[in-house]
């Protein structure tokens, strides 16, 4: 079906380049420039249309980031833990496109708590990706919710409390897609992004994104070092598009992978690892985080999915064409059903 | 027992029957379903054409603290609250001293026999009634008894004071949207009570109800509905809120109007969503999406949500997204007095936000502008691409008011400057969200969706130039700010002009003006905005029989448009009016028009009920005996 496309060109004629945003102003090495090119290389991919797509984030470095990707895309910069409401509203406007989200740990699991479990439990129709270093980077490397109880900052000293598992946090609340990854396993964010976004429902993805200025000694959870060296995939996970056909490597042998089917006709292959994992089983993803953050273990891939809750518009019952290009007529009632009203007044 | 007590003794046509010119004020139980009773005194009284306004004074509370209802009736047709009752009916013993109390001389005291305590005043008539009885013979299932009670009061009442019966009927029938079974358990305890006081009470002639041709021409219904309906018509697609008193009933009206009104008729889809958030922080922060993504976005609060919205305010307009926000004012600071009425947050709102933020204000002085500004908010939020707040008010919002019939909108939707796909096409220029084109201040928007390789913008409360992009540059950041303030400088001719009413123009005068001489302005000016105009109205009236003639201005928006500084300098002596502490709309006057500070006086008072006619011109003319004084 390609072969008559430049090969500098995705499906939808446009190239990697149409994707791109302004230059990060992020630091050198940061977490956040991969994923933000993941980003990239995943809507490229997918052949999606930039105009199809919309980014949210809140305040914080990783909530800069979605300036450096997708600049033919409409975005919104908001308010400081407060980017899943502003997204839910926006979402109305025209219920056909995808959001994007990208926060941070600070912007999620500290001051934006409240609202990050609303929107799981509202399923919104949304990719929600925490860029999670542990830290607060624009003020200068004070403690967020995720830092690991013991780790010691120059200018913080050492953080006495237990941190927040934002996996935890979204199961709890009824997210319907859960993933754990790090911004130095590319190939993992890739697939987890693009499974992410052919997932109808809110879709956590919680990637540890590695602060090279404030958090990246080698005994801190959220560095590289300790990252590459405890990270443990639950599964081996391939993204496989609705369009293609069985294009399987050897590795997956009839037998010997999950399959999980997403909204879009798109499908993710687990290859079997270590252990028996089944993403679909509630009780077993619990056990898995759990038992990860009692271990210290890095534990990355697709730790749930849920595909049959009906997303947030869903629910909604809207017009096929979108809200906001409803003309006067479909918007305005008419004027005889105000006399019927006014005769109901008294 | 013997009815009625202790007045047998006391002459009963001792003074002129007032006929349709008094106030009843029934204390009952909160929660105890007394407010079915009430609106059918009030709704029958309304249809015997007799003009009515009736307030609950009620307590934050789900049940068992005491309530009160007033009616008013006025044949003259004021309908603001007065500070005398003519009749009390009392079912509350925790209230029954401070109700017994509230009775003007020469009034009724009606209290039900479940109230075991003495009365100890002799200038006005006492009747006991049986409070259970009706409803206990009634067919009653006995978890209704107690609320079907209640309508033992209206049933005395109504033999007492003259009510229709038929008119009574009309009420129930409204209220129970026509079942027939809660109508004829309803009425029949009130004809049974009736009957009763017919048979055991000695009839009075000092108040009396009596047909008349008062309410023709007009509905009842309040605030908070008719700006919900008004909000409906003028498309809103997005509602997000967060329940709160008195806004509550705004959100409600929206849930319960929308699906009936705003259904594409031949897909049954629908053309709006109403979210309750999970805060007012998150209610305002899904209207901003909502606005940003080219909906008519409403959220509806009071001023404790208010002060949470606070940073959502100032994105709203430093992004310059459109969105509308309802406050229905309660008494602040803090948590207040939550089911009390105020015009506190005029000043708070007007600068919602940190750093240089001042937003587009509408005040709603009636019933019948709740729903006008409610459609109309709408067309000046997108026209200006700012936030429009609208402050309503517990009296105004939750109250019952006779009113106009709604009125359909008499202009099209103005949607403001949004480019399409065709429209970037035919630019002949680079567009940029934040371009001074017109010269007006106002840019030119798209909204996602828009399928322009052009038209995405990205969206921030940071610095930002014409095309969006992060600045620190102070050139940029000045730039813009001057943008945003010429915009709110041209922002008034948006705005819904002053309401007038002068000396001049009644009827009184009226020739005068026919002749062609040039009328002069009164030395007197009044001031005011928002629900105290039926107050205003009335102490004008009483003014001017006793030889003081005002002339009048209600403010309905912010800015100032350029009228209200006319009127201010045209007036010797301006009294600004208004339900708050601190006198804001005052202060904001001369803050604005510092020149005429010396000619605008504050008359200021809030405690939490409806201004009355009384203290207004009681201190409007202490006040002016202070002058001359000095």
């Known amino acids: 079906m390609s072969t008559n496309r430049p090969s500098n060109v995705n499906g939808v004629g446009l190239s990697k380049n149409d994707y791109r945003g302004a230059n990060s102003t992020l630091c050198a090495g940061c977490g956040h420039n991969s994923i933000a090119n993941q980003i990239i290389a995943a809507c490229y991919e997918m052949d999606l249309a930039p105009e199809t797509v919309l980014k949210f984030s809140g305040i914080g470095c990783s909530s800069k980031s979605p300036t450096y990707f997708l600049s033919r895309s409409f975005g919104f910069n908001s308010l400081h833990g407060r980017m899943p409401s502003v997204a839910t509203g926006a979402a109305f406007g025209n219920h056909h496109l995808k959001p994007l989200a990208v926060s941070g740990d600070g912007d999620t699991a500290n001051i934006g708590m409240g609202q990050f479990k609303h929107v799981m439990r509202r399923n919104l129709n949304m990719m929600y990706l925490v860029e999670n270093n542990g830290v607060y980077g624009l003020t200068k490397g004070q403690f967020s919710a995720t830092a690991e109880e013991g780790l010691t900052l120059k200018s913080q000293g050492r953080n006495p409390l237990k941190p927040v598992d934002i996996c935890q946090e979204a199961m709890v609340s009824g997210a319907t897609f859960v993933a754990r990854s790090f911004a130095g396993d590319a190939k993992q964010v890739k697939d987890l992004i693009k499974a992410a976004i052919s997932h109808k429902g809110i879709a956590v993805l919680d990637i540890v994104s590695p602060c090279v200025t404030f958090n990246d000694n080698a005994d801190a959870h959220h560095s590289y070092a300790w990252s590459k060296e405890h990270e443990t995939p639950i599964h081996d996970l391939t993204y496989v598009p609705l369009r293609d056909e069985i294009l399987l490597d050897n590795g997956f042998e009839e037998g010997t992978y999950q399959e999980v089917a997403l909204h879009d006709g798109s499908r993710v292959l687990l290859k079997k690892l270590e252990r028996d994992y089944d993403p679909t089983h509630r009780w077993a993803a619990f056990q898995a985080l759990e038992e990860a953050a009692n271990d210290n273990i890095l534990l990355t891939g697709l730790i749930y999915v849920d595909s049959s809750r009906p997303s947030f518009t869903e629910l909604y019952n809207l017009t096929e064409t979108p809200l906001n290009r409803l003309p006067e007529a479909q918007i305005r009632p008419s004027r005889e059903s105000l006399a019927r009203i006014n005769d109901l007044m008294f | ?630």
């Not at chain 2, 629900?531 to 009335?538: C, G, N, Q």
Request: hydrophobic share 40%; net charge negative.
């Open chain 2, 1 to 630: 027992m013997t009815f009625p007590l202790q007045e047998k003794t006391a002459p009963l046509v001792d003074q002129e029957t007032n006929v349709n010119d008094f106030s009843i004020t029934v204390g009952t139980k909160n929660g105890s379903g007394s407010q079915t009773s009430n609106l059918t005194i009030l709704r029958a009284l309304f249809k015997m054409g007799i003009p009515v306004s009736g307030k609950n004074v009620f307590p934050s509370n789900i049940q068992g603290l005491p309530t009160w209802y007033t009616i008013r009736a006025s044949k003259e047709g004021f309908l603001a609250r007065r500070e005398v009752q003519e009749i009390v009916i009392a079912m509350n013993p925790d209230s029954f001293a401070k109700d017994l109390a509230t009775v003007s001389p020469g009034g009724i005291f009606l209290y039900g026999d479940h109230i075991r305590l003495g009365v100890d005043r002799d200038d006005i008539l006492v009747y006991q009634f049986p409070a259970n009885k009706f409803a206990r013979e009634s067919e009653a299932p006995s978890n209704l008894r107690d609320y079907v009670a209640n309508m033992a009061y209206v049933g005395v009442l109504a033999e007492m004071i003259g009510i229709d019966m038929d008119a009574i009927y009309a009420a129930l029938d409204f209220h129970f949207k026509g079942k027939k079974k809660p109508i004829d358990l309803n009425y029949g305890v009130i004809q049974a009570a009736a009957t009763w006081a017919r048979e055991n009470i000695e009839p009075q002639n000092r108040y009396k109800v009596e047909p008349m041709n008062g309410t023709e021409g007009w509905i009842m219904t309040d605030g908070n509905t008719a700006a919900a309906l008004g909000a409906i018509y003028g498309g809103v697609h997005l509602v997000a809120w967060y329940p709160i008193t008195p806004a509550s009933s705004l959100g409600e009206s929206l849930a319960e109007y929308l699906p009936q009104l705003r259904k594409d008729p031949e897909t049954g889809k629908n053309t709006f969503a109403v979210i309750q958030a999970e805060d007012e922080l998150a209610a305002i922060g899904m209207t901003v999406g909502a606005g940003w993504s080219g909906l008519r976005a409403l959220t509806s609060t009071s001023g404790p949500g208010i002060s949470l919205m606070t940073e959502f305010a100032g994105l709203a307009y430093y992004s310059e997204t459109p969105i509308v926000v309802w406050d229905v004012q309660r008494m602040g600071p803090a948590t207040g007095l939550p089911t009390r009425t105020s015009q506190g947050d005029l000043m708070s709102t007007y600068f919602l936000g940190h750093g240089d933020t001042r937003h587009i204000i509408l005040l709603p002085g009636s019933v019948n502008e709740c729903f006008e500004f409610g459609w109309r908010a709408f067309d000046i939020a997108e026209q200006l691409q700012t936030p429009v707040f609208v402050l309503s008010d517990l009296d105004l919002g939750m109250n019952t008011w006779m009113a106009r019939p709604f009125q359909y909108p008499d202009e099209p939707l103005n949607r403001g400057k949004v480019y399409w796909e065709e429209d970037l096409q035919n630019l002949t220029h680079r567009w940029g969200r934040y371009l001074n084109v017109d010269g007006d201040g106002i840019p030119y928007r798209t909204l996602p969706g828009n399928t322009h390789p052009n038209a995405a913008w990205f969206a921030r409360g940071t610095g930002h130039d014409e095309f969006t992009r992060y600045t620190e540059d102070a050139g940029d950041w000045v730039r813009n700010m001057e943008r945003l303030a010429k915009k709110f400088a041209n922002a008034p001719q948006y705005l819904p002009e002053p309401v007038f009413d002068l000396a001049y123009d009644s009827s009184k005068n009226g020739s005068e003006r026919k002749n062609g001489s040039q009328p002069k302005p009164t030395r007197i000016g009044i001031v005011s905005f928002g629900s105290t105009d039926p107050a205003i109205e009335e102490a004008r009236a009483r003014l001017a029989q006793q030889g003081l003639e005002t002339d009048s201005m209600r403010i309905r928006a912010l800015p100032f448009r350029p009228e209200v500084r006319e009127f201010l300098e045209t007036h010797e002596i301006n009294y600004l009016i208004e339900m708050n502490h601190d006198g804001q709309m005052h202060r904001l006057l001369r803050m604005e028009y510092p020149e005429l500070a010396g000619q605008i006086a504050s008359l200021a008072w809030n405690d939490g009920l409806p201004l009355t006619a009384r203290w207004i011109t009681e201190h409007l003319h202490a006040n002016l005996h202070a002058q001359e004084e000095n």
